[in-house]
């Protein structure tokens, strides 16, 4: 078991200024991450077109608190569900059915089990969304490829160490096929 730690739960701080490379494989993204890792570039990204193993562990990214989100959400919706049942049958309408105790708990079973999984959904969902910084009409595409079959390594303008021609000369000698160096655009 693991305990949160703050920095899971970091929210993603988009930038428009920096170095991107673009890589063929899976295999040359990693090496790139770690490379960019034992650089000390903060802030890096990986831009996959999708999931690949080991690249959190090449990046250095820790593990994502939204398990934790999900476990609370889900207790949530188990005190809730419990309790609306249990107030409801106890208290508001008091019926003696069968002789049965008013606190029936394996009659609530069925809707606290819906109510926890819908709670734990809806909140993942929303706490996704808040720390990825979706939905952002406004976003900037830096490479068409990203999406469908290139790998990309963007190092921002705000990463420690950050100097535009050795990022530039840094990604080139990993073997990055294209290096763009991206400015803002007038807004």
């Not at 000390?40 to 690949?52: A, I, K, R, S, T």
């Not at 990046?59 to 889900?74: K, N």
């Not at 309408?93 to 009659?107: E, H, Q, R």
């Not at 100097?163 to 400015?183: A, C, D, M, P, Q």
């Amino acid at each position: 078991m693991y305990l949160p730690k703050l920095e899971q739960f970091h929210k993603y701080k988009e930038t428009d200024e920096g170095v991107f490379g673009v890589f063929e494989t899976p295999e040359a993204i990693i090496h790139a991450a770690e490379k960019a890792k034992e650089k000390n570039y903060e802030g890096f990204d990986c831009l996959l077109p999708y999931p690949v193993h080991g690249i959190d562990e090449a990046m250095g990214t820790p593990r994502s608190g939204l398990p934790w989100i999900t476990f609370f959400a889900g207790l949530f919706g188990f005190v809730i569900g419990t309790s609306f049942q249990y107030l409801t049958h106890a208290y508001d309408w008091p019926m003696n059915i069968a002789g049965k105790s008013l606190n029936a708990w394996f009659a609530y079973v069925p809707i606290i089990f819906e109510i926890t999984v819908f709670s734990a959904g809806i909140y993942t969902v929303a706490a996704l969304a808040y720390l990825c910084g979706i939905p952002k009409a406004t976003r900037r595409i830096l490479h068409k490829d990203f999406t469908s079959h290139r790998f990309g390594l963007w190092i921002p303008k705000t990463a420690k160490g950050y100097n535009e021609s050795e990022v530039v000369s840094f990604i080139k000698g990993l073997g990055g096929s294209e290096v763009t160096v991206v400015k803002p655009e007038n807004k």
